[in-house]
Every structure is written in structure tokens, then in C-alpha cells.
């Protein structure tokens, strides 16, 4: 079967009466698009190289080159546009995952911008709203059924007793974002952020670097595929535990830190070796069902003498309802249903 052609996305249009041969193109473009043989009069430029930096393009002194898109399309297809077509075949023809960081490439609506709080739902409206405080403040964990009071002597005493909560000022808190995969001093302003303002931040997979503990009671400690710096003082340290099943800025194919990445502090507060790849696997090894999952929960829960919810991650996926059912029934004091935006990691573009 012969190999399938893989079009350019961008095509380098050059000048030759206004390029003056100076190389510039050809010193600064990190990919090498562009080529120039010695005592050569012609700079060449491979088109399938360019990722349309616009790099080339803004540094060259006469303006003699211009980066436009391919015109060449694809069948009009609706369920198949050209975009998906073509990453479709790239990831075929090379092999590669196609990937993207830190947010979405997609068109998908930002919903932050469409939030609204309306506290009078939770609490009393404010007769005057001007002068009056608005509460907030929500409690995180899981609820009794019923509530059973005790009547002594003219007192009142809460005879129920209560799954441990997470008492958050306001309803706010910050997605885990890994120690690696962000600097130490990007931590370091989520764990001040969270404790002035009375919320709560999440260390992601990286484990928690030693000078952080004081912050622990903003703090939420996660407990994912790779286990890293998973020990007990680690769990003991933090407000709550989170068991990270699943993402949404990477769902389905795990983690990677590259070790050119993991330096002697990382590696110390991850536990591995310093130089070497952080490798989580897609799935927890020791988690295959809801069985399984129970057993960890409560594992987590013995580990802390019962004082901390345990509370479990996973991605927005078309049947999140009946897992997060059984996440529930397993015992999870609360659920964290990640959306695709956000996140330190990579995901899958297609």
C-alpha cells in the first residue's frame, strides 16, 4: 500500500527580488524550515517543516517572506472536518501523539465567564446587600441521611456523627497542578493564594515539597496512578486526599515528566530517582473496579484514623453518572468531575 502523502498546513512564500540572502531566516527558525548551501544564492524552505510561527517571517529585514495556510482541502465531510482528517493522518503516518498543553485548542465554550453565585439559594437574602455580607462558605464532604440530636438538661447535643468536611470560604478551589510540571515557586503562590483567601489547592500527582506543609490545611493531597511521594506523613499532612482515576487535560493515556525534568527537589519530594522519566500509568494498577476502588478508599481512610475525606477525580465522560454512582457507593466523600479545559498536562488533540 503505497504511504499516504501528508499535505503542508502552511505554505512559505519567499521574494527572491527582495531577499538578500542573509540567513537570518535560516539561523533563528528552531525547526529548520529553512536551508541555505554555502556560496549558495538561493535559501530554500520545506513547507511540511513550518508550524506557522511567523517566526521567519517577523525577523526578516527586507519583508520577503510570507507563511500562509495551505489552500488545499479535504472532502466536506460533517462528521469529518479537514482539521481532524489531517491530525488523523499525521498520527498515523509518524506514529507520534499529537498533543497540546496547557488549555484547549478547540472551540469550546468557556463557562467560567457564565458563572453566577447566588447565595440567597443556600442562606437568607440580604435585606440590604449593600451593607450586609454575602456568605459564601460551603462544606465539602459527605452528608448523614438524618440528623439524631441528644436533649440534655435544656442542651443540645449532635448525637449523628459526621463524615469529616472541607469547610471552603468561598465556592472556589484550585485544580491540581503537579510540583514539576510547574516551578516550586508556582506552588508555592497556589498554597499562599489558598490559605488567604480560605480555600483549598491540590498538589496534583507530584507530591508535596517539605516546605509546603505548614499550608496543609489548605492543602489536598492526591493520590494517583504513579503513587509519587505517596507516603504516610504526606497523607497525614494534608486537609483531604483526592485518588486521581482520571483527568480531563489528559484522559485515557496517562502521565509523563520528562527526567530531563525531575531534578534533586523533585526528585526528593517525588521519591524517584533524579534524571528519570515520571512515567503514570493510564490506569491504577491496583484498581480494576469498584471493589477495588472501596478497598482503597478505605484504606486511605484507616491510614488517617478516619479524619479526612477521601474524595475521588475522575473525567467528564459520557457515562459519568453511573461511575461516579459507584465511586459513591465505594465510600467517597466527595466526587471531582474534571472538565477538558485546564491542566498542566497534555491531551489528546483528536
Known sequence: MAKQVILSEFIIERDDKKCIICEVCVRMCSNSVHSCETNSDVVLSDNKKCFGCHFCEALCPTSAITIKYN???YKPNANWGTQIMKDITKQAETGGMLLTGMGCDKSYPIYWDHILLNAAQVTNPAIDPLREPMELRTYIGKKADKIELNYSKGKVKLKTILSPQLKVEIPVLFSGMSYGSISLNACKSLARAAFKIGTFY???EGGLHKDFYKYGANTIVQLA????GVQPEYLSVGA???????QGAKPGIGGHLPGEKVSEKISETRMIPAGTDALSPAPHHDVYSIEDLSQLIFSLKEA????????VKISAVHNVAPIASGIVRAGADYIAIDGLRGGTGVRLRL
Open 225 to 228: 496512578s504513579g503513587r509519587f
Open 71 to 73: 489552500p488545499s482541502e
Open 202 to 204: 491540590n498538589t496534583g
Open 304 to 311: 488517617t484514623r478516619y479524619k479526612k475525606p477521601v474524595g
Open 240 to 246: 483531604a486526599i483526592e485518588i486521581k482515576i482520571g
